[in-house]
């Protein structure tokens, strides 16, 4: 409601995304930058949310604030694909009737993952995507690798995990060949909301360790990443706001942030 999306963060969602649904409405239509170019190019959806009714003051707000949750509630129905609510700041926000207090595992991943400090065209953004798909798609997995490592057997011992160093070595990777192509890059900081009580982790064997990280956390150095900043892993347990109609979903919400100071 501040403010739109920037082109840096539209190159973020773009580059590290297979598919970006950016919800519109009949109401106050926020409208993005270079908006019909990325919609021309298949980089994003806008599905619009049509209201009926008189809407003033806070409904507006209201309505707007839900456009998110209303088509992530039909996304979220097809099981084949692995949607996530994504949003930019440090807590996820839902509406009433979206929202549910739980506890979660909170994985916050800091000056991670590199983007474009500037306005790329984005069929150079596509291009590279795609001749770079194996990189990014490594990095997925062994981030999705460390989420269960860390719900399923979290432990003082997580940084001499195989997953750790994967993770590692795929920062350091997807750094280098960002190099090769973008002259300024600036680090995102990336965090991942996770359900205690996802089905296909077993949680259960983990609940004593899960008691320490309500109260203390971890914090594991992972990289040196082009010699600039420190990336970090941090694990914590909190009770969140989640978006109900995923409440059976491992994943629950990714956030995001960039790192000012990251800049090269």
């Given at each position: 409601?501040?403010?739109?999306?920037?082109?840096?963060?539209?190159?973020?969602?773009?580059?590290?995304?297979?598919?970006?649904?950016?919800?519109?409405?009949?109401?106050?239509?926020?409208?993005?930058?270079?908006?019909?170019?990325?919609?021309?190019?298949?980089?994003?959806?806008?599905?619009?949310?049509?209201?009926?009714?008189?809407?003033?003051?806070?409904?507006?707000?209201?309505?707007?604030?839900?456009?998110?949750?209303?088509?992530?509630?039909?996304?979220?129905?097809?099981?084949?694909?692995?949607?996530?609510?994504?949003?930019?700041?440090?807590?996820?926000l839902f509406p009433d009737g979206f929202n549910q207090r739980r506890n979660v595992?909170?994985?916050?991943?800091?000056?991670?993952?590199?983007?474009?400090a500037e306005n790329i065209n984005i069929y150079e953004i596509l291009e590279f995507?795609?001749?770079?798909?194996d990189e990014l798609k490594q990095l997925h997995a062994y981030l999705d690798s460390?989420?269960?490592?860390?719900?399923?057997?979290?432990?003082?011992?997580?940084?001499?995990?195989?997953?750790?160093?994967?993770?590692?070595?795929?920062?350091?990777?997807?750094?280098?060949?960002?190099?090769?192509?973008?002259?300024?890059?600036?680090?995102?900081?990336?965090?991942?909301?996770?359900?205690?009580?996802?089905?296909?982790?077993?949680?259960?064997?983990?609940?004593?360790?899960?008691?320490?990280?309500?109260?203390?956390?971890?914090?594991?150095?992972?990289?040196?990443?082009?010699?600039?900043?420190?990336?970090?892993?941090?694990?914590?347990?909190?009770?969140?706001?989640?978006?109900?109609?995923?409440?059976?979903?491992?994943?629950?919400?990714?956030?995001?942030?960039?790192?000012?100071?990251?800049?090269?």
């Open positions: 409601m501040q403010r739109s999306l920037t082109i840096e963060e539209l190159q973020y969602y773009i580059l590290y995304w297979d598919k970006i649904v950016i919800p519109g409405n009949n109401l106050v239509y926020i409208g993005l930058p270079e908006e019909d170019l990325l919609l021309q190019a298949g980089a994003i959806e806008r599905p619009r949310v049509g209201f009926q009714g008189s809407f003033q003051g806070d409904q507006v707000t209201d309505a707007i604030m839900s456009c998110q949750s209303l088509v992530a509630k039909e996304l979220v129905k097809d099981k084949s694909v692995d949607w996530v609510i994504h949003q930019f700041g440090g807590d996820s595992i909170r994985v916050d991943l800091s000056g991670v993952l590199p983007v474009p995507k795609n001749r770079r798909k460390v989420y269960e490592l860390v719900l399923s057997a979290p432990d003082q011992e997580l940084a001499h995990r195989k997953a750790i160093s994967d993770l590692s070595n795929a920062i350091n990777d997807l750094d280098t060949v960002f190099k090769e192509r973008f002259e300024n890059t600036k680090k995102y900081d990336i965090t991942a909301e996770l359900n205690l009580n996802g089905k296909d982790i077993s949680v259960g064997a983990a609940s004593g360790a899960i008691i320490d990280f309500f109260a203390t956390g971890m914090t594991i150095p992972i990289a040196t990443v082009a010699g600039a900043i420190l990336s970090t892993l941090k694990v914590s347990a909190k009770a969140a706001n989640t978006f109900q109609p995923a409440s059976h979903n491992t994943k629950l919400a990714f956030l995001s942030k960039a790192k000012s100071e990251g800049l090269l």
